[in-house]
């Protein structure tokens, strides 16, 4: 069994041992062993459904080359994927569906990235980003020196947050994003270093503290970390906000919470039958949307966004920057994790990059360019 | 639309889903009806709403718990611990086994408040090993049961009872569980309204206050919860304190019905408890769960105990129904849920 397994991983390309345990491997590495898996029962056809939503550019090269093998051995593939670039790259074919329908197959030859947003969307997108109308003012936060106690985790990160500002933050998985944002919210350690919210000092042990003191988050595993499957929408949307509708000693008044969360799941345009509807019965991009209204009932100033339109259709992605860059002319300020170059380009006024866990530069949005997003992103 | 329809047949699906445990009460009287018409009596009712009434406190306890997806083996042993405070301390003077022999009259209210006070830090514990030294609930509550179960052994041990039953309680404690408003055939028994009150409260607790929906959060996802900035170990001690609360008073009312109380009791009834939870509704994943639906939980395992025993079914045959009925319920809740994660 182990030399089979060693056998397919060569054939693969896979550097692992048989004998590692799964559960301390990075996702790209189980994904490949997940392939293995698919190759060792001589599988004809292959679903691959977002495959490259963890992977860093040179997991994915990797992957595109097993899949290439793959072709040539005569498995079919069915890749799944929101990402245009990807699906031009790899797809023969290319099948494009909306709200549950078939729109139509095309050879991929005969597509660009444009026309399958077009087509997606149902109508011509002349811009994937809206306009920015927001004008950064004072700064709000600033982070000086924040470090971890994890020694691999982020070090030394020094950052200034102004008032109306999207600051995206760039970098390959494993930068230590997330983990930098989540000790901003409280949910992390910090063993030195400081974080100051309009030049007074604070101290953030929990996610009570930083709702407090006005923060917000999205995290990244919206449905690990995010919605509550089984209650209903509008519950959903005020959870982070009972403080708000105390009544009595210890009653909530309940019709008003309710009437508050459904006006703002309203306002931020969420597509379901009712706010009484489980939020699992909803799509990606709308249970986002109900957890962006979560976090705007606690009418935070900062808000802080992991992978926001992760796993979400184009049409909803344009809506939730719309509303992104709203917030922002509201005079919210954002800090923005992406992964997708175009999404960090066309939303941040500013982008800051980190590379294992060090922050590696800071770029104005204008000027940035994804070649030296890239750059920094990979400096060691 | 197509969405539109899809949600159509979910809500029918989860309409006859919602009200199966109501048609299973249903056809359950139904049928022993049938089978001796004599069964729909005043008399029948009343001994089955009795017999219900400590078993919802004590199920109510048990679904705080596992709504917030953990589960409570302490619970019968609790009632057992506080059925024997409440006891002790509430005997006859001239009787002549007394626990405590030149114990004070005291006020009626002073050993109930102690009893369910000791239900209470029972439960704190239960809470604090689980939300602060993250064990899990099952083996939190596992050492809560055996551990309590000993104490209750020791002071039940004590001289000069060394372990006798207590008995000879007083008039004006076994009145609570014995006696009713009102007289003849339509009294209603103090205990009934007792256990209606208490589920009224738990009632507003789930739907109208912060902690309730706090609670439903925690079940649902607790790491969604911790993120949306609700301190999950607080609310995790407040509700099994509350939980051990209501197994207090529950004791309480146990010895006040049976006019006595050993260390042997409430042995198991956690088990009755989380199986009534589980048919009546409430999701051993966590997150779901309704009072109404505890409520008709405990009647379904009432009516099945007095009703077979009733109509002279063996008892053995309704041990082997009510298991059925158990893992029947989990089944189709978990396939009612199937696409949650």
């Known amino acids: 069994m182990y030399k089979d397994t060693e056998e397919l991983f060569r054939e693969l390309d896979i550097d692992l041992k048989p004998n590692t345990i ?14 293995a898996k698919a190759v060792s029962f001589h599988s004809r056809v292959i679903v691959m459904d977002e495959p490259t939503s963890s992977l860093t550019k040179v997991e994915v090269e990797h992957l595109f080359r097993i899949i290439r093998d793959l072709k040539k051995r005569g498995v079919a593939i069915i890749y799944i994927s929101h990402k245009m670039e990807e699906i031009l790259q790899i797809s023969d074919e290319v099948t494009i569906m909306r709200d549950g329908l078939k729109i139509g197959t095309w050879p991929a030859s005969e597509l660009t990235t444009d026309t399958m947003i077009s087509k997606m969307v149902g109508r011509d997108l002349t811009h994937r980003f809206p306009v920015k109308e927001n004008v950064p003012g004072d700064v709000i936060l600033k982070v000086s020196e924040l470090t971890s106690p ?9 950052f200034e947050l102004r008032k109306g500002e999207i600051l995206g933050i760039g970098g390959l998985v494993g930068a230590q994003r997330t983990e930098l944002i989540e000790a901003l919210f409280g949910l992390r350690d910090i063993s030195s270093g400081s974080i100051a919210l309009n030049g007074k000092k604070v101290k953030i042990k929990s996610a009570e503290d930083a709702k407090k003191l006005g923060m917000a988050l999205l995290t990244e595993e919206r449905r690990v970390t995010g919605i509550f499957s089984v209650l209903a929408v509008h519950e959903n949307a005020s959870i982070a906000n009972l403080g708000r509708y105390r009544k009595g000693f210890f009653l909530l008044d309940g019709k008003r919470k309710k009437r508050e969360a459904d006006i703002m799941v309203d306002k931020l345009r969420t597509k379901t039958p009712s706010t009484k509807t489980l939020i699992m019965n909803l799509s990606g991009g709308n249970q ?36 992104i860059k709203d917030l922002a002319k509201q005079g919210k300020s954002i800090i923005m994790i992406s992964s997708e170059m175009p999404e960090l380009l066309g939303m941040s006024d500013r982008i800051m990059v980190m590379s294992e866990g060090r922050l590696t530069g800071i770029l104005e949005g204008d000027a940035a360019t994804e070649e030296e997003i890239m750059r920094l992103a990979a400096q060691h | 639309m197509l969405d539109v329809k899809k949600f159509d047949s979910k809500r029918i699906q989860g309409f006859t889903s919602q009200y199966a445990i109501y048609i299973v009460l249903v056809l359950l009287v139904i049928g022993i009806t049938i089978y001796n018409p004599a069964f729909l009596s005043v ?56 626990f405590f022999p030149d114990l004070p009259h005291m006020k009626l209210f002073i050993p109930i408040i102690l009893a369910i006070l000791v239900g209470m830090i029972c439960g704190l514990v239960n809470g604090f090993v689980v939300s602060k030294l993250n064990v899990p609930p099952f083996i939190a509550t596992l050492g809560t049961m055996v551990a309590v179960y000993g104490v209750n052994s020791l002071y039940f041990d004590m001289e000069p009872n060394n372990s006798q039953p207590i008995g000879g309680l007083r008039n004006d404690f076994t009145d609570i569980g014995s006696g009713s408003i009102g007289s003849g055939q339509f009294s209603i028994p103090y205990i009934v309204l007792i256990a209606i009150f208490v589920a009224f409260i738990v009632w507003v607790v789930f739907n ?47 010895a006040s019905r049976t006019g006595g109380a050993t260390n042997n009791y409430g042995n198991m009834y956690e088990l009755d408890a989380i199986a009534a939870c589980v048919v009546g509704g409430v999701s051993t994943t966590g997150g779901i769960g309704t009072v109404p639906g505890v409520m008709v939980g405990v009647l379904i395992f009432t009516i099945i105990n007095y009703g077979l025993t009733f109509i002279g079914i063996s008892p053995y045959w309704q041990l082997i129904i009510k298991g059925l009925i158990i893992v029947a319920a989990v089944a189709f809740d978990m396939r009612k849920y199937a696409n949650k994660k």
């Open chain 2, 208 to 254: 109208k206050t912060k902690l309730g929906k706090n609670m439903y959060a925690i079940g649902g996802n607790i790491q969604a919860a911790r993120v949306s900035g609700i301190n999950v170990a607080k609310y995790l001690i407040y509700i099994y304190a509350i939980a051990g609360a209501l197994y207090g008073l529950a004791g309480v009312l146990e």
């Open chain 2, 43 to 98: 008399n029948s009712l009343r001994d089955i709403l009795i017999q219900s009434s400590t078993r919802a406190i004590i199920a109510l306890g048990v679904a705080f718990i596992l709504i917030t997806a953990g589960t409570d083996l302490s619970a019968g042993r609790i009632v057992g611990l506080t059925a024997v405070i409440s006891a002790s301390m509430l005997q006859n003077e001239n009787y002549a086994a007394r």
């Open chain 1, 288 to 323: 986002q949307k109900v957890l962006l209204a979560r976090w705007l009932l606690t009418e935070p100033d900062i808000l802080l966004l992991d992978e926001p339109t992760r796993g979400i259709d184009v049409g909803a992605k344009f809506e939730i920057y719309t509303i």
């Open chain 1, 22 to 35: 799964v559960g301390k491997l990075s996702v790209s590495k189980i994904q490949s062993i997940e392939i």
């Open chain 1, 150 to 158: 994890i020694s691999k985790s982020f070090k030394d990160i020094s």
